[in-house]
């Protein structure tokens, strides 16, 4: 029998191989090669390539908006139609994101990650070198459509190379890269155009986009392969015709008056009939459909996009109304407008760097909370704003209102994934950022469309007793001249402008103190007896 013993070694695959005896095997076998290429190798590294991609990606959304008059003359443009240029980009991006998680099952998240930057690279410098509107249209589509991929990819991949234990702080990172954008892309976009010329708001994409491929090219390492389905391009087609027209939709709204036109009847027509389609072929067509139904069962995902659909409303309609108030109303020159509103994006970064250590050890839902209390209260403080205030009155609520986005945008970003199986995650992470992407564009139609409509109204109501004839104005008149007149109703439509922009930051904050309620039906992921902390799973798959 001892001899028997002995001759049974660590390679034996008996019966009396013990789960303590497979244990200490396990740890002295050789890595193997998918564990030697672990996807946290060069972390830092592969976070600074993926996340000089979002930045690209979220700074050319916003910095070309402050260069369209530039354009306008240079490319002999009309006003109406140079804003094709905006629109060409958004509808695009819009109807190539939801095509994220499908790519990257075909050809794997690395090599579209390559390609996507690479093409966002290209067509930058087409933008810079076009000659004409058609040029730049064409150019534009062609970045909007390599550049859907860059946000949903570079979350997925900062949640894929760290462990659960370090996600709050890797999308505090991925958050900063998300939130800059839009932040600096008016101020920057400013003045490059004012400094050199309107080329160079395009031109500033190509050493930024060469660095992140050359980073993700040496250091980005394929996650676990993900099977690939039988594409289904009747659901692509159904959803991209539904996501195009309404893009189209709430940008041409405002220009075409509306439900006054008939070309926004055909538009709202087509993306309900679309969609409705789409929702009917999702439904039917089983393991094959183009929108993974298997997100549906996810709960803190469904409720991580209705909070992400209303953080887009929140922090791009807040941007496009400041700067045209600040100028229009209070005359306030662009380098000045963009002095006062960049301190917001200072608070959004000092929170993001807080609330990335919180994560994991304060609940989430307490985190957000607080997130939404403070953009609450920014928005409060905006809703009584007058026509005297002074720069400092503009910072702080700035201020504010960034701290609490980005209280929200963290936690938010990490609860939405976390009880998301990994297989998930690049579809999971493009519908994320499909859903911002229309909160910003519905928020942006709606505050300008209240905006225009709300300025009329209050300038009717005001004027009702303003007339050539009433006593004051008429000695007014008669004092100061006809000009007076012309005078009076200019300040009259100053003030009801004001009264609009109040409207619409009352509008906010009531959608923000609407959806808090929703915070009750986030779940924090528990583990369950005898099961190891995932955290401690990924520390033994790393040594190994």
């Known amino acids: 029998m001892r001899t028997r013993r002995q001759a049974i070694g660590p390679h034996d695959n008996g019966a009396r191989s013990t789960p303590r005896a497979r244990r200490a095997t396990r740890g002295n076998t050789v890595a193997s090669p998918a564990k030697a290429d672990d996807p946290g190798k060069h972390r830092a590294l592969v976070s600074v390539s993926v996340m000089l991609a979002t ?55 690395r090599r579209v990650f390559l ?48 462990p659960p234990s370090k996600h709050g702080s890797a999308m505090a990172v991925f958050g900063m890269g998300v939130m800059v954008g839009p932040i600096l892309g008016p101020s920057l976009g400013g003045w490059l155009t004012d400094s050199y010329n309107w080329r160079w708001v395009f031109y500033i994409n190509l050493p930024i986009g060469l660095i992140a491929f050359l980073g993700i090219a040496a250091y980005l390492r394929e996650p676990p392969e993900q099977k690939a389905g039988k594409f289904d391009a009747l659901g692509f087609v159904t959803l991209s015709l539904a996501i195009g027209l309404l893009q189209l ?16 009847w055909l538009e709202m027509l ?101 997130g939404f209390a403070l953009t609450a209260y920014s928005l409060y403080l905006m809703a009584g704003y007058s026509l005297t205030l002074s720069p400092s009155d503009i910072v702080w609520p700035g201020v504010i209102q960034g701290f ?11 609860v939405t994934f976390a009880t998301l199986p990994g ?20 928020g942006i139609s ?29 000695s007014y008149v008669q004092t100061y001249g006809a000009a007076a007149m012309a005078a009076l109703n200019a300040e009259v439509t100053r003030q009801a402008a004001m009264i609009a922009y109040l409207d619409d930051f009352r509008l906010m904050l009531l959608l923000t103190v609407v959806v808090m309620p929703l915070l009750l039906f986030i779940r924090m992921k528990k ?18």
């Not at 709606?446 to 004839?469: G, K, R």
């Open 55 to 109: 930045v690209l990606q979220t700074l050319d959304s916003t910095i070309a908006n402050v260069a369209l008059p530039h354009m306008q003359g240079s490319l002999s443009a009309s006003q109406d139609s140079i804003t094709w240029v905006l629109t060409s980009y958004i509808v695009a991006a819009a109807i190539a994101t939801p095509l994220t998680g499908t790519l990257c099952a075909r050809f794997g998240r």
């Open 404 to 414: 609490g986005l980005g209280f929200v945008f963290v936690p938010l970003t990490t």
């Open 249 to 264: 939709l709430l940008d041409r709204g405002e220009q075409q008056d509306w439900l006054n036109s008939t070309e926004i």
């Open 270 to 370: 087509g993306a309900i009939i679309c969609f409705a389609y789409f929702v009917v072929h999702t439904w039917t067509a089983g393991e094959h459909s183009f929108f993974n139904r298997a997100l549906l069962r996810d709960r803190n995902f469904n409720t991580g996009v209705v909070y992400i659909f209303v953080v887009g409303i929140i922090l791009y309609a807040t941007r496009a109304l400041l700067p045209p108030m600040l100028q229009s109303l209070f005359g306030y020159p662009a380098i000045l407008t963009g002095l006062v509103t960049a301190p917001s994006g200072a608070g959004t970064m000092a929170a993001m760097l807080i609330v990335g250590r919180l994560v994991g050890k304060v609940d989430v839902r307490y985190l957000l909370g607080f």
């Open 423 to 442: 297989q998930f995650r690049a579809d999971g992470a493009a519908i994320y950022s499909l859903s911002r992407n229309i909160g910003s564009s519905i």
């Open 115 to 162: 390609w996507s930057v690479a093409g966002f690279t290209i067509a930058s410098a087409l933008c810079g070198m076009a000659q004409s509107l058609t040029e730049i249209v064409a150019a534009r589509l062609f970045q909007g459509i390599c550049g859907a991929a860059l946000v949903p990819l570079s979350q997925a991949t900062m949640l894929d190379i760290n």
């Open 446 to 474: 709606v505050v300008q469309t209240l905006l225009t409509q709300n300025t009329q109204v209050n300038h009717a109501v005001l004027s009702e007793h303003i007339t050539p004839f009433s006593q004051g104005v008429q």
């Open 527 to 544: 583990k369950a007896p005898g099961q190891a902390d995932e955290s401690e799973e990924m520390v033994h798959i790393a040594a190994d």
